[in-house]
């Protein structure tokens, strides 16, 4: 059975920079696009960004285009997401996915002050 377990969530000043976290498994995890998405209060889950197995293609929604990195790392079965310039519109749940799988982590909350 697929399990993602997200971290690196945290309270964050505007400005700043977190890392997220997403260690995968029971899945032969360097065969799968693998995707970031975010729930923030009252809003629909949407897209953040996506890379594919090998990590040569990666796709951001534009609200984070430019200050977002999506990464993975096969050898380790982790996908990550560096967060610069963080701004409060991005507090959020962030989730990690399979979309492939329909697979979903537990998620984790990110918190930007101003």
């Known amino acids: 059975q697929v399990q993602l377990v997200e971290s690196g969530g945290g309270l964050v000043q505007a400005g700043g920079s977190l890392r997220l976290s997403c260690a995968a498994s029971?899945?032969?995890?360097?065969?799968?696009?693998m995707g970031w998405f975010r729930q923030a209060p009252g809003k629909e889950r949407e897209f953040v960004a996506h890379i594919s197995w090998s990590g040569g293609s990666t796709t951001y929604s534009d609200s984070v285009k430019g200050r977002f990195t999506i990464s993975r790392d096969n050898a380790k079965n982790t996908v990550y997401l560096q967060m610069n310039s963080l701004k409060t519109e991005d507090t959020a749940v962030y989730y990690c996915?399979?979309?492939?799988?329909?697979?979903w982590g537990q998620g984790t909350q990110v918190t930007v002050s101003s």
């Open positions: 996915a399979v979309p492939g799988l329909g697979s």
């Open positions: 029971g899945l032969a995890f360097r065969r799968y696009i």
